[in-house]
């Protein structure tokens, strides 16, 4: 081996000496790298994945306005009909600008244990667009969410009153309901308010939703009355069929769609297996429920009536979805099968029992959303051990008593000051052409005429 051949050599050798604990820190550095990418990659995942379930479960809940309007719609006579989609329409208009303005904040923006904050909700999704999804979905789509539901609420109370309730004094209640009522109610649980801190559960809303609507509702049915000829005076009932039963069975079609968005997105996540999985344990407690409610109401009302009366299966469908709402992802689907079925026979029990009450409900709202509602809060204990009875009662009684309070003053402060009520002469000509000076169905011969 000659010098210069040495030298070569004994030089290779102590590059590779120095570069080797380089080249490992760089691979090292490499792979550190790749493991953070992939780690930011995951969390902007999980991110997109949750703001998607909070919009697509969204837009599903908005899609129950439909529902309820087109329930309420087959539901009251064909006098009232184009009155009832009009409400329908305004009171989700009303729903989502007051949750803007004044309802999100009330609900989510504070730190007392009882009220949100006073102010307007705007969406901060800055972290998120530097890179920072810690936050685990975009604002606006959890704001979305949440208006949807408010809407649901405020839908409740215009079935109960349809067919005597002025328009204007209906959307002024409606203003403090969805932007002050429910939020402030809100607050107390899914606000992480003192219900929230003593144990009260209720996962997608049987009371917090259902049960301040048909509080709202019965307190509104109470100081409106009855409409003109439904009570006899031997305390007999008038029936007064309503206008279409197709477009009710169609209503309650689409009202059984989106619950599965009501229930399913309040998971509040799906960026992981286990909240996938816990979603479809959802839609299949949710759908067992609302098919249970069913054939319960059914089977009731043959042994009633001898007969099966098709609005009481109906009311069974939304009785079950009622009652499962607010566990839907602890019981085991044979108990999602009792709870529903459970709540399709109180259904038909509690409307001819409220109607002998003389309590006027024209779609049966009050039987479904509240007597349901509380039902299905009250047997949440029944298959979710961290729940007891005693909380689930607290909150039943904290959420009516507030409810009923504060509707009271409402609805007593419109029908001194603008009235709530349309006239006797109005009323019998029905609201369509009294109010809007239009007929649904006009091509039926004045159809707003039948009484």
Request: hydrophobic share 50%; with cysteine.
């Amino acid at each position: 081996m000659t010098p210069t051949t040495r030298t070569a050599r004994l030089a290779a050798l102590a590059g590779a000496i120095v570069l080797a604990p380089c080249a490992t820190a760089l691979a090292q550095d490499a792979a550190l790298g790749e493991a953070v990418g992939e780690a930011a990659a995951t969390t902007e995942t999980t991110y997109i994945f949750n703001t998607l379930s909070f919009l697509m479960h969204g837009f599903l809940v908005m899609w129950m306005a439909a529902g309820f309007a087109m329930l309420e719609a087959g539901l009251v006579r064909s006098k009232n009909v184009a009155t009832i989609c009009l409400k329908n329409v305004s009171l989700y208009a009303v729903a989502g600008i007051l949750y803007y303005l004044v309802g999100y904040n009330l609900m989510y923006g504070g730190e007392s244990a009882f009220i949100g904050s006073f102010a307007v909700w705007s969406p901060d999704d800055s972290a998120a667009l530097a890179g920072d999804f810690s936050g685990n979905y975009a604002a606006g789509s959890d704001w979305f969410f949440q208006m949807v539901f408010v809407a649901t609420a405020a839908s409740i109370v215009s079935g109960t009153l349809a067919e005597r309730s002025k328009l204007w004094p209906f959307l002024i209640f409606t203003v403090v309901l969805t932007g002050f009522i429910y939020p402030i109610a809100g607050s107390w649980q899914w606000g992480g308010g003192w219900l929230s801190e003593m144990g009260f559960y209720d996962f997608a809303g049987s009371t917090l939703v259902h049960s301040v609507g048909g509080w709202a509702a019965l307190t509104g049915a109470l100081i409106l009355g009855a409409r003109k000829g439904k009570y006899r005076p031997d305390g007999g009932v008038n029936p007064m069929p309503g206008s279409s039963l197709p477009l009710a069975t169609l209503g309650t079609f689409v009202l059984w769609l989106g619950w599965f968005g009501f229930n399913g997105g309040s998971q509040l996540a799906m960026g992981s297996a286990a909240d996938v999985i816990a979603i479809a344990t959802i839609y299949i407690n949710t759908n067992l429920a609302a098919a249970a409610g069913v054939i319960a109401a059914m089977a009731t009302s043959q042994v009633i009536y001898r007969k099966v009366d098709l609005t009481m299966a109906l009311n069974g469908v939304l009785a079950g979805l009622v009652s499962i709402t607010a566990d839907p992802l602890s019981p085991h689907p044979v108990t999602a099968l009792f709870v529903g079925a459970v709540g399709g026979i109180l259904v038909t029990l509690a409307i001819p029992a409220i109607d002998k009450l003389k309590i006027d409900d024209v779609v049966g709202a009050i039987s479904v959303h509240l007597i349901c509602g509380i039902w299905g809060t009250i047997a949440v204990p029944i298959s979710n051990a961290e729940t007891s009875f005693a909380t689930q009662l607290t909150g039943i009684v904290a959420y009516g008593a507030f409810t009923v309070v504060a509707s009271t003053v409402v609805w007593y402060a419109l029908k001194l000051t603008v009235g709530v009520r349309v006239n006797p002469e109005e009323e019998e000509l029905g609201l369509d052409r009294a109010e809007l000076g239009m007929e649904a169905y006009p091509e039926f011969g004045h159809g707003s005429r039948s009484i």
